[in-house]
């Protein structure tokens, strides 16, 4: 199935809503926000689409809303936040009669994906009761400063998405945002850690520290936020931009030293988590 979204238009004359085109710079590079405002809906509204490259942030300051998402229905109270990968089929609307009032932020670009997986893997889609936390005032702050735009803009805009963000996953999930990570599976990331450039597998790891796999996967992602094979990819992304930024080693040396055999599949994993090739960043890092 492509893009689909079906919409009304049923809110009052006083909502606000923002467009933005992103600029190449703010695509590659940064959080950027593509439509942002404040509604007051009537009954008559509701949304619904799936496929948009696009993460919604909805935050219900009065009235109440619904939610249908990941085949699964939740209720959208006042003080409450909805954080949704677009991609995945969705609905949203009014739920009873008074008026539905909220603000919301559909943004992307940069490293939104990897934000949402840690939000998804630590939190429901909907967090209640945010009344007391920074998460409103900085809804607000980001929709109401985007009424107007100057050339730094696209900066702030990113600024402001990282620390709304980092505020949403810290409320969230306090715990395992803010908690240490189990001295068990400690040891497995700094095992890690010092064999990223050797070939590791999760058998591997299973076997060196006497776990089943399943075991394992399943305890590691839970103390990380991430699976073990995620967590080695980002810390051979990591040394990989290191090595790029500050040596003259070939690609292919420069794969190989971080354990990654093919080029083509560095060259994906690279791309995929940095937005760029190996050989574009390095020709970016250095034109600065």
Not at 3 to 9: A, D, G, H, L, Q
Not at 37 to 51: D, H, K, L, W
Request: with cysteine; glycine share 6%.
């Amino acid at each position: 199935m492509g893009f689909y979204e079906s919409y009304t238009t049923d809110w009052s004359e006083d909502s606000l809503r923002i467009i933005h085109t992103p600029s190449m710079t703010a695509k590659s590079s940064f959080f950027y926000i593509q439509e942002a405002g404040r509604f007051q809906t009537r009954p008559g509204y509701y949304t619904e689409r799936c496929r948009l490259p696009s993460y919604l942030l909805l935050y219900t300051l009065s009235g109440r809303g619904s939610l249908r998402y990941g085949e699964k229905d939740y209720a959208l109270a006042p003080e409450s936040l909805m954080y949704i990968d677009c991609m995945e089929a969705h609905s949203y609307r009014p739920a009873g009669p008074a008026p539905w009032s909220f603000y919301w932020v559909h943004f992307y670009g940069a490293t939104s994906d990897g934000y949402y997986k840690l939000f998804h893997n630590a939190a429901p889609p909907v967090v209640e009761n945010l009344a007391e936390s920074r998460i409103p005032a900085l809804m607000e702050g980001l929709v109401e400063s985007n009424r107007t735009t100057g050339p730094s803009a696209e900066l702030e805009n990113a600024r402001k998405l990282l620390e709304l963000i980092t505020e949403i996953i810290l409320a969230a999930a306090p715990d395992y945002a803010g908690g240490e990570m189990p001295a068990g599976m400690r040891e497995v990331a700094a095992y890690m850690e010092r064999h990223y450039g050797e070939p590791l597998t999760l058998d591997r790891l299973a076997q060196r520290f006497s776990l089943s796999k399943y075991h394992l996967a399943r305890a590691f992602k839970q103390a990380a936020g991430v699976a073990p094979g995620e967590y080695l990819i980002r810390l051979r992304m990591n040394r990989a931009q290191d090595l790029l930024k500050n040596s003259d080693l070939p690609l292919s040396e420069v794969a190989a030293a971080v354990g990654v055999s093919s080029q083509n599949h560095f060259y994906t994993l690279f791309k995929s988590r940095t937005g760029h090739s190996p050989s574009e960043y390095r020709k970016l890092w250095r034109s600065r």
